[in-house]
């Protein structure tokens, strides 16, 4: 085992093993701070995959923007709802758990079934492309100039819905006009 | 194998590096505060005091680790290493010199800039670990400061990089003097791809970049927490903020973030605008002064001169303002640095496509 791979499993060892945690520790602030853990051990992985701005970019907008939100939100929000949550028995095949076991089991089998059909190894434009990027390539130079030709529509269609957000929140934001 | 060895080598000369800048830093920071309040700073230990910040490592080494009884011990624990470790980590993509970079990354920028933005969770992590309103309140203001000042830096550097068309920090530096790969012109009219010197820096190469230099600078002060912006740790109201209950080693991890971030954002600010290791002094005629002050040993020299003149403009700015409050701190960010910096933005884009 080269030490690439002992890094990778390293990587993907510590995303499972934190998002487990993450849905089964009871603290609810070291849950979210593990979910740290999760989004860069992530970030790690698209680096293997060729993606390193995909892994820049989830530590700018995941870590950096939404992580430091949901912390926000837990800090600010009072403590008595906090300790409410951590007092509710969990047992796992109480009643009140079988709508979400349900729905977890059946998207499980869908996400299942649609992996199982499209046979992602045997796909014949995967195995028939010329284009493979290479460890030494200028990835951020091959996603400007898609951004610009091949997806200009998507792209500009995205900047448009987050003007939109940005007007709705400065409006929103904006103190009201006594009458 | 060879290949990890100097990496692992590189990082520990980066982070003796970063120890020995942070001791070399508290000693001038001190002798300045001396010198702007009219007395004399650290004068007692060695010639001139020079040996006081040694003395105050060797006190902190064996301070005790104190962990208050209500406090999450482990989020207190690791939150001083989180936050020296984005620092130090952003400390991989800067170049010292032509080709002198520990990691060359095409995306080196951004990279920077992401890897920085960890340190906000190190705060939260021990404003909420210490369990002290103090400290709360303390990392609440400091990450709505850093969060608010990314967006004018981000953007102030993102005019930088649409002039220079790449987002390596290597080729940055590259093309502001004269080893430039493409003709650069001074102001848009005069072609100084030869003369090279202060005029091939960007700021030169395209006046605006000036105020989006400014505008960077601004708001990498409040992104280190230095004063004018210090008042996550306003002493008069919140005792010391989120490092209130640090003792010992933890506190000597936060305040080396705190003095290798002033380096890293500095750094950052002179490679983008300042000409990163380029010389400042142009060809003359036959006074080759450019071609005569570069080379890989001229490089590290320039780089770290303009840097330490940059960090001692911080602490000029810190020891010369008083603390902004809050809300003009806001309005500062949202009103006129983040239109600012999206006009800059606009200009370069224009300059790039009909000057250049």
Known sequence: MNIEQIVFYFFAASVLLSAFMVVFIKNMVRSIFL??????????????ALADF?????????????????????LLSSKTILNKSEVKESNLLGLHHIPGLFIALLFFLILFITIYQANP???????????????????????????????????????VLLMMALIGASHLARREKKI | MNFYIISI????????????????????????????????GPTENGKYG??????????????????????????????????????YMGFAGLPWSAGVIPISL????????????????????????????????????????????????????VSAVMIAQTLDMNAIALRQGIGTPE?????????????????????????????????????????????????????SELVAGFHTEYTGLRFGFIFLGEYSMMFLVGMVGVVL????????????????????????????????????????????????????????LMDLCWKVLTPLAFLCMLCSGVWRLLIM
């Open chain 1, 35 to 48: 979910f740290f853990v999760t989004l860069f051990s992530m970030a790690g992985l698209f680096v293997f």
């Open chain 1, 54 to 74: 995909i892994a820049v970019t989830q530590l700018i907008v995941y870590v950096g923007g939404m992580l430091v939100l949901m912390i926000f939100a837990f």
């Open chain 1, 121 to 159: 190894d045997q796909l014949s434009w995967v195995n028939n492309s010329e284009n493979v990027i290479q460890v030494n390539d200028n990835t951020i130079h091959f996603i400007g100039v898609n951004l610009m030709t091949r997806y200009l529509i998507p792209f500009e269609i995205i900047s």
């Open chain 2, 9 to 40: 080598l590189l990082a520990l000369l980066l982070f003796s590096f970063v120890a020995a800048f942070a001791l070399f830093a508290v000693y001038a920071e001190r002798k300045i505060a001396g010198f702007i309040q009219d007395r004399l």
């Open chain 2, 50 to 87: 020079s040996l006081q910040t040694l003395a105050d490592i060797l006190k902190l080494l064996q301070k005790e680790f104190i962990i208050p009884s209500a406090a999450d011990k482990i989020l207190f624990s690791l939150a001083p290493i989180i936050i020296f470790i984005s620092v």
């Open chain 2, 106 to 157: 095409n995306i080196g920028v951004v990279y920077i800039f992401a890897i920085i933005s960890i340190e906000s969770i190190g705060i939260l992590m021990a404003g909420w670990g210490s369990n002290n309103k103090y400290s709360l309140l303390g990392a609440l203001r400091s990450v709505a400061q850093v969060i608010s000042y990314e967006i004018p830096s981000g953007i102030a550097i």
């Open chain 2, 183 to 235: 003709t650069i012109w001074f102001l848009g009219f005069w072609d100084v791809s030869h003369v090279g010197g202060i005029f091939s820096w960007h700021i030169f190469q395209a006046p605006h970049l000036i105020i989006a230099y400014a505008i960077y600078f601004i708001a990498s002060l409040a992104e280190c927490n230095r004063a004018p912006f210090d008042i996550p740790e306003a002493e």
């Open chain 2, 273 to 328: 605008f300042l000409g990163g290791w380029n010389t400042p002094l142009p060809n003359i005629g036959a006074l080759k002064l450019a071609d005569w002050t570069s080379g890989i040993a001229w490089g590290i020299f320039w780089t770290f001169s303009k840097v330490l003149v940059i960090v001692g403009v911080q602490m000029w700015i810190r020891w010369t303002l008083p603390r902004v409050r809050i809300d003009h």
